[in-house]
C-alpha cells in the first residue's frame, strides 16, 4: 500500500513541475531572468564560501600547524648548540679557514683536494703553535666536525626561511606573526654572519701572544647567546600557538609568582651565557675542585688582571667563579619558585612544568660539578651544556602555562 501511494505522489508532483516550466516558457522575459538567476546564484554562494573560508585564516588549526613548525624549528637549534659545543670542545672550530655560503658544502673528495685544504690550515696559528705535528687524518677529523657544524646551521635556515615563504602566502600569518616570522628569518642569517666573525678571532696572528690559539670569549658568547634567543623565541611563540593559556584570576600572589618566574628564567640565560666565557677561555680547567676553589671560598687570583673590570670577562678564575655564583643562585631561585607555588591552586600542566624544572636544575647543578672534578671530559661537558639549553626550555614553559589569557 505505501509503495502505490508513493508513486502517484511523486507523479502528481511532476506533472505540476512540468506545467510550471511550461508556463514560464511560454513568458520569454521570465524564463530567461530565471535561467541567468540560476546560472549566477552558484558561482556567487562558493565564491562566498571561499571568502569565508579565507577570511577564518589564520585560525586554531593553522596556528597549531605554524606551532609545531616553530616547535621542530627549536629543536634544530638545540642541535646547533650541542654539535657547535662538541665543536669547540673537541677543538674543531677553526679547521675551515675560509666561509663561502654555497661552495664549501661539498667537502674534499680526492686526496689532492684534501692535501690543498690541509696546506691551507697549516698557514694559521692554531697549527703553528698547537697541532704542528697533525697528520692528514686528525685533520680530516677537526673538518668533518666543523663542516657539519656550519651544514647543521644551513639546514637551520632553510627550515626558518623556506616555511616562512609558504605559510605566508597560504595566509597562515596575521599581522602580528608576520613581524615575528621576519625576525625569526632575519636573525638566523645574523647568526651565521656572527659564527663567521667570532672563527676569524681565532685565525688572526698575534706575534705579541704564546696563547693557544682560541676565538674571542666575547664572540663566542654573543654566537651562542644570539643562538640562544632565536630558541627562546621560536619555542615561546610555538608554545603559546598550541597551548591554550589557563584562565586564572590575576591575584596579588599570582602576579607576583609570574614577576618571580620571568626573574628566575633570566638568571637561568645568564648563567648559560656565562658559560659561553667559560669555555671560551677554558676555565673550566683552572680549578678543578668543589666547593671551594682550591683550598679557598675565594681564590687569591680573583682580581689579578688591570684594571679590575677585566677579570670579569678575561680572568679564568673569575670567569669560573662567577660561574658557579650565577648556577647556585640559579638553583636556589628555582628551589624558591618551587616552594612558592607548593600551596599555590594551579593548573596541573603549570604544577608539573615547575616540577621538571627544579628537578632539571639539581640535575644539571650535578652534571656541572661532575664535568669540572673530572677535568671536563667531552661527553660531559656537552651533556652539560645539552642540560643548560633543557633547563631554558622549562622555564620558558612555566613562563608559557603562567601567561596572561590576552584579552
Known amino acids: 500500500m505505501l509503495l502505490p501511494s508513493l ?4 507523479s502528481f ?18 524564463g530567461q531572468w530565471l535561467v541567468k538567476r540560476t546560472q549566477h546564484s552558484f558561482p556567487s554562494e562558493a565564491g562566498a564560501n571561499i571568502a569565508t573560508v579565507g577570511a577564518s585564516l589564520p585560525n586554531a588549526a593553522t596556528n597549531r600547524i605554524v606551532g609545531r613548525w616553530l616547535l621542530g624549528c627549536s629543536g634544530l637549534v638545540v642541535g646547533a648548540v650541542v654539535l657547535g659545543g662538541v665543536t669547540r670542545l673537541t677543538e674543531s672550530g677553526l679547521s675551515m679557514v675560509d666561509w663561502h655560503l654555497v661552495r664549501e658544502m661539498k667537502p674534499p673528495q680526492s686526496q689532492a683536494e684534501w692535501e690543498a685544504e690541509f696546506a691551507k ?10 697541532n704542528h705535528d697533525m697528520s692528514l687524518s686528525e685533520f680530516k677529523f677537526i673538518f668533518y666536525m666543523e663542516w657539519g657544524h656550519r651544514m647543521w646551521g644551513r639546514l637551520v635556515g632553510l627550515a626558518y626561511v623556506l616555511p616562512t615563504i609558504y605559510f605566508w602566502k597560504k595566509g597562515y600569518f596575521n599581522r602580528s606573526m608576520k613581524g615575528r616570522a621576519l ?24 706575534p705579541e701572544s704564546y696563547d693557544v690559539p682560541r676565538v674571542s670569549q666575547y ?31 590575576n591575584t596579588k600572589r599570582l602576579n607576583q609568582l609570574r614577576r618571580f618566574a ?62 658557579r655564583v650565577l648556577a647556585m643562585s640559579s638553583l636556589a631561585a628555582i628551589t624558591g619558585l618551587y616552594m612558592f607555588t607548593r600551596k599555590m591552586m594551579l593548573p596541573r600542566r603549570a604544577k608539573i612544568a615547575i616540577s621538571c624544572l627544579t628537578a632539571m636544575a639539581y640535575t644539571q647543578v650535578l652534571l656541572g660539578i661532575s664535568t669540572l672534578l673530572l677535568y ?26 603562567l601567561r596572561k589569557v590576552a584579552k
Not at 508513486?7 to 511523486?10: A, D, E
Not at 690550515?121 to 698547537?130: C, D, G, S, T, V
Not at 654573543?222 to 586564572?248: D, F, I, N, R
Not at 682550591?294 to 673569575?318: M, Q
Open 7 to 10: 508513486r502517484m505522489r511523486l
Open 13 to 30: 508532483c511532476c506533472r505540476i513541475t512540468g506545467r510550471g516550466f511550461q508556463k514560464y516558457s511560454q513568458n520569454p522575459p521570465l
Open 121 to 130: 690550515y697549516q698557514q694559521f696559528p692554531e697549527f703553528k703553535i698547537m
Open 183 to 206: 625576525g625569526l628569518c632575519g636573525f638566523v642569517f645574523f647568526q651565521g654572519l656572527l659564527g663567521w666573525y667570532m672563527v676569524k678571532s681565532g685565525l688572526e696572528e698575534k
Open 219 to 249: 664572540r663566542l658568547s654573543a654566537h651562542l647567546g644570539s643562538a640562544l634567543v632565536l630558541y627562546c623565541a621560536s619555542l615561546w611563540t610555538g608554545l603559546t600557538l598550541m597551548v591554550e593559556p589557563h584562565k586564572l584570576a
Open 262 to 323: 620571568k626573574g628566575t628564567a633570566g638568571l637561568v640565560f645568564l648563567t648559560a651565557l656565562s658559560g659561553a666565557f667559560v669555555a671560551g677561555l677554558d676555565a673550566g680547567l683552572v680549578y678543578n675542585s668543589f666547593p671551594l676553589m682550591g683550598d679557598r671560598w675565594i681564590p687569591d687570583d680573583l682580581l689579578a688582571f688591570s684594571p679590575t673590570f677585566k677579570n670579569i670577562f678575561e680572568n679564568p678564575t673569575t670567569v669560573q667563579f662567577d660561574h
Open 376 to 401: 671536563v671530559p667531552t661527553p660531559l661537558a656537552a651533556t652539560h651544556q645539552a642540560g643548560s639549553v633543557a633547563l631554558l626550555s622549562l622555564a620558558i614553559w612555566v613562563l608559557a602555562e
